[in-house]
């Protein structure tokens, strides 16, 4: 039988150092808790105390992982989240990857050592594979974020038609040079928003441009950066689908810093319809996602599947999205269209 003196041989570490990590002390560094976990996972070690609450209880805890905690879209997401599973009579436990793959799969430890009942994936990191492999120790669901050929209920938006009307928007306006913003390439949040994004410039016949194309874009600063970037170009954009509030905020700031007019000489789009949206000069024109109704389908979802104690089953539920036009596309009175 494996003890907690085997994981703290195979880590490098002292026991008291690895019950630390197991009990969820503070002040432990995040390095020492990845070698913990790592050990554990190749070990296939269980806290005992976990075991026995497995077999007499539950924890009433639920997690959440998400990438970003600063990102306004994720402090609803979780806002929601917490309301609904309270309502349920659970708890939330919030963990934060900073796009970390190895912190991803620390949290997910969580389930396997029976300290949360089940866990919300609002964003991933890992392949699939990897993830799938915690399903042994309890009910997974993805909310936001997702992978087609997971086996799991999975709670999302219709990234594809977000992408296509707020592009159709920018075209509709007169605009054929437009960039487009990403945080990155393997998200599928992302690749169905790129979608959307091409099937509107197709209608138009119009290609994707790569030069025209900027990732790793999630924050402000991000936004400034990609200002910069396309304002040195010989040809820029007239138009910028941002793919966030934040980086449309970020992207405008730097504009009017450098003289450049929002939106006579760049349009810019944000999405998720932020409080930043309406408190920018101009208005940021934006993609409204109901994050509500997804956060309390996640919680309704996941509480089923911890009760049942079924398998998991490859379930969908897909919420749709509005186009909120604002100043910095063009047109100052506010209209939602579907």
């Known amino acids: 039988m494996v003890t907690i003196n085997d994981v703290a041989e195979l880590a490098g570490l002292s026991k008291s ?4 990590v197991i009990n969820h002390y503070p002040h ?39 990438p970003r905690l600063m990102n306004p879209f994720f402090g609803q997401l979780i806002e929601s989240m917490e309301v ?6 659970y708890q939330l436990l919030i963990c934060q990857t900073m796009y970390s793959k ?16 089940g866990m919300i994936l609002a964003s991933l990191e890992n392949e699939w594979e990897t993830i799938s492999e915690y399903l042994t120790y309890g009910p997974l669901i993805m909310c936001n974020e997702f992978e087609e050929d997971a086996n799991i209920p999975i709670v999302k938006l219709d990234q594809i ?6 592009t159709k928007h920018l075209l509709e306006e007169g605009h054929r040079r437009i960039a487009y913003c990403s945080g990155g390439h393997k998200s599928m949040v992302a690749q169905h928003r790129k979608l959307g994004f091409k099937k509107a410039l197709k209608e138009y016949g119009l290609e994707f441009e790569e030069r025209y194309s900027f990732l790793d874009a999630y924050s402000i600063k991000d936004g400034m950066r990609v200002f ?16 966030g509030d934040e980086v449309a905020a970020g992207l405008i700031t730097a504009a009017k810093e450098n003289g450049v007019r ?43 599947k911890i009760a ?25 009175p506010l209209r939602a269209v579907e």
């Open 228 to 243: 910069h970037e396309l304002n040195q170009m010989e040809e820029p954009p007239t138009a910028v689908f941002t793919g």
């Open 262 to 304: 929002i939106p006579k000489d760049l349009s810019v789009i944000g999405f998720d319809n932020q409080v930043v949206t309406k408190i920018m000069d101009p208005k940021i024109s934006t993609i409204e996602q109901p994050i509500q109704l997804m956060a309390q389908q996640a919680i309704k979802v996941l509480v089923e």
């Open 17 to 20: 150092t690895v019950s630390r």
């Open 84 to 89: 609904a599973a309270t309502e349920q009579g």
């Open 161 to 166: 038609h977000g992408g296509y009307i707020a």
């Open 28 to 66: 432990v560094s995040q390095e020492k808790k990845q070698k913990v976990y790592q050990a554990m996972k190749t070990l296939g070690y269980v806290p005992n105390s976990s075991a026995r609450s497995l077999r007499n209880k539950k924890t009433q805890m639920i997690a959440v992982i998400v």
């Open 308 to 332: 049942s104690k079924q398998d998991p089953q490859k379930e969908r539920y897909e919420f749709p999205l509005k186009l909120i036009v604002r100043e910095s596309t063009g047109r100052s």
């Open 102 to 117: 190895e912190t991803e799969l620390g949290h997910l430890e969580l389930l396997k050592m029976k300290q949360v009942d």
